[in-house]
């Protein structure tokens, strides 16, 4: 994200938000992946627009809206960043996959991004950080303070699943159907500091943490952090971090509208008092799991409830805690429009597995990703 026009002390939660994605890059005729080292390292330079970044491979590049704040906001800077992001994957005449996993290809094809902070990721994690051949999506919230933001990331905890659930589209990993809709989800989490931290209380209680987590040489500091949820180390925000890539623009727009809509219900939540919801950490583990394993295909875990529901059901709840925040904020009609969409077509990793069983052709579930994450962009 830029830094113009960020939430500062004492501003609204929520006011503010931003969206950043990581693609694949693939080869136009055999969709492939495939190092793209121009782009990569015009991305480095900053030469590869204001919104075009590095990522771990040369494989991969990453974008970063402005600061929006409203939802057409939102979606243009996502369409003016793809685009960036596909000019500068043409330097190598290469195309843009919007998935979090490549149909068949694999980590072994993904050279190392030269560069000092890439370099110090593969000496602390080793092939860990090598085998890095995932996307994600990340939601940036404004907040005014970091007692806020860990008001918040205590209280999301039991909303991840459904959020997860909705977002999947990495089924295929080395050429495998691998029976879940986010496989990205279990391989990062076979990082010691994936998932979601237990609560915090507060600003300090996530210093302290924190403070461990350097000291065990896990991290070097808070922006290595792959927490579902955290506090951004280096802007006044919050970031969900716990999605695949949205294929579709509506389907990236949608999740920020949620995220940041979750944001302002439960900083009002902290600021009038209400303690953070009890989940037990094997319960919400399930729950994470249940939501990577099938999505919107098959019931969820609810680990508050402690009961599957159907993902209708689950969704609709979240619509209904969100209801009126959405609705003060002129976002409801827009938002149940794009779960409407979404729950009658289904996530990417559901289209991507139809698609491979109507056709038996990985290529053609590449195909169906670029053109796709192609759609709307200008």
């Known amino acids: 994200m830029g830094t113009d026009g960020l939430q500062t002390e004492g501003a609204a939660v929520g006011r503010t938000l931003g969206v950043e994605e990581e693609f694949h890059l693939v080869d136009p005729g055999t969709l492939a992946l495939t190092p793209g080292p121009r782009a990569s390292a015009a991305a480095l330079a900053g030469e590869a627009g204001a919104r075009v970044h590095p990522e771990i491979s040369t494989t991969q590049l990453e974008i970063a809206t402005g600061v929006c704040t409203t939802l057409a906001q939102v979606r243009a800077e996502l369409v003016a960043a793809r685009a960036e992001a596909a000019a500068a994957a043409a330097r190598d005449g290469l195309l843009l996959l919007a998935a979090s996993t490549h149909p068949w290809s694999s980590w072994h094809t993904m050279p190392v991004t030269p560069g000092e902070r890439y370099e110090a990721m593969v000496g602390r994690w080793a092939g860990l950080a090598r085998q890095q051949d995932i996307c994600g999506c990340h939601v940036h919230v404004g907040v005014p303070d970091l007692d806020t933001a860990v008001a918040v990331l205590d209280r999301a905890r039991p909303y991840l699943p459904v959020l997860l659930a909705m977002t999947g589209s990495s089924p295929f990993h080395d050429g495998v159907d691998t029976g879940y809709e986010s496989w990205r989800t279990l391989w990062w989490t076979r990082f010691p500091h994936a998932g979601a931290p237990e609560p915090l209380g507060d600003a300090d209680g996530y210093r302290r ?160 990703v670029v053109r796709e994450g192609a759609a709307g962009r200008t």
């Open 209 to 368: 943490v924190l403070a461990g987590l350097v000291a065990s040489g896990v991290v070097a500091d808070g922006s290595h952090l792959y927490w579902d949820v955290r506090p951004s180390a280096r802007l006044p925000t919050i970031e969900f971090r716990l999605a695949d890539v949205c294929t579709t623009l509506d389907d990236a727009v949608l999740h920020a509208a949620l995220v940041r809509s979750l944001v302002r219900v439960l900083a009002a939540r902290a600021a009038r008092g209400e303690p953070a919801p009890e989940v037990r950490p094997e319960l919400l583990r399930a729950a994470r799991w249940r939501a990577a394993r099938s999505g919107l295909s098959a019931p969820l875990f609810d680990p508050l409830r402690g009961e599957l529901v159907d993902p209708r059901e689950a969704v609709g709840a979240l619509l209904a805690e969100l209801a009126d925040d959405l609705a003060d904020a002129g976002e409801e009609d827009e938002v149940r429009a794009l779960v409407q969409d979404l729950l009658d077509r289904g996530t990417s990793a559901a289209r991507q597995r139809s698609t491979w069983l109507r056709t038996g052709d990985r290529r053609a579930v590449a195909e169906q």
